[in-house]
Antibody, heavy 113, light 107 residues
Framework: EVQLVESGGGLVQSGGSLRLSCAASGFTFSDRWMDWVRQAPGKRLEWVANIRGDGSERYYVDSVKGRFTISRDNAKNSLYLQMNSLRSEDTAVYYC??????WGQGILVTVSS | DIQMTQAPSSLSASVGDRVTITCRASQAITNDLGWYQQKPGKAPKRLIYGANNLESGVPSRFRGSGSGTEFTLTISSLQPEDFATYLCLQWHYYPRTFGGGTKVEIK
């Protein structure tokens, strides 16, 4: 069974940093693109970033470019999202997904101003 | 960015009704579109990929159609467990973009 479990969320002050992790199991992690998607309260879902299976390609939505970094450790079957210079508008539930097909349960990030 | 416009934003329907939701892309995206179901407090669940391919385990009452810029999700006979929000997503271009959602409520 494919499982994606996010961790690392919480409350952080504006301008601070947070690192989200996603533990993957049930599939060959290194073969698959992985994405982060977020949903702010009352807003539509927003795709954040993705990374190719071997880590050779990464893409970001403009609103996080230069602040967020997606990475992966295929030896640990883990996906990461390093979030720096956080803003109140980054407050959202963050989802780890396998190629937008299978989704984790989500983790809340709250940025206080 | 590609704008995904869903209609209607909400609808009321009864069990057994046929429901149709549309999604329009601001540019042609071939068939690189998925439909998702989201219930409150839960992650989205993909129902349809490639515009018209049913995910394994999803009931056959869900059907996707369309290509280019116009797409449709049809639920042939609404069941109690289908009351939820439905979203479309395009993955033809970066950034990937979602529709605003259609909330299906009980009449």
């Amino acid at each position: 069974e494919v499982q994606l479990v996010e961790s690392g969320g919480g409350l952080v002050q504006s301008g601070g940093s947070l690192r989200l992790s996603c533990a993957a199991s049930g599939f060959t992690f290194s073969d698959r693109w992985m994405d982060w998607v977020r949903q702010a309260p009352g807003k539509r879902l927003e795709w954040v970033a993705n990374i190719r299976g071997d880590g050779s390609e990464r893409y970001y939505v403009d609103s996080v470019k230069g602040r967020f970094t997606i990475s992966r450790d295929n030896a640990k079957n883990s996906l990461y999202l390093q979030m720096n210079s956080l803003r109140s508008e980054d407050t959202a539930v963050y989802y780890c997904t396998r190629a937008l097909e299978v989704w984790g349960q989500g983790i809340l990030v709250t940025v206080s101003s | 960015d590609i704008q995904m416009t869903q209609a209607p934003s909400s609808l009321s329907a009864s069990v057994g009704d046929r429901v149709t939701i549309t999604c329009r892309a601001s540019q042609a995206i071939t068939n690189d579109l998925g439909w998702y179901q989201q219930k409150p407090g839960k992650a989205p669940k993909r129902l349809i990929y490639g515009a018209n391919n049913l995910e394994s385990g999803v009931p056959s009452r869900f059907r996707g159609s369309g290509s280019g810029t116009e797409f449709t999700l049809t639920i042939s006979s609404l069941q109690p467990e289908d009351f939820a929000t439905y979203l479309c997503l395009q993955w033809h271009y970066y950034p990937r973009t979602f529709g605003g959602g259609t909330k299906v409520e009980i009449k």
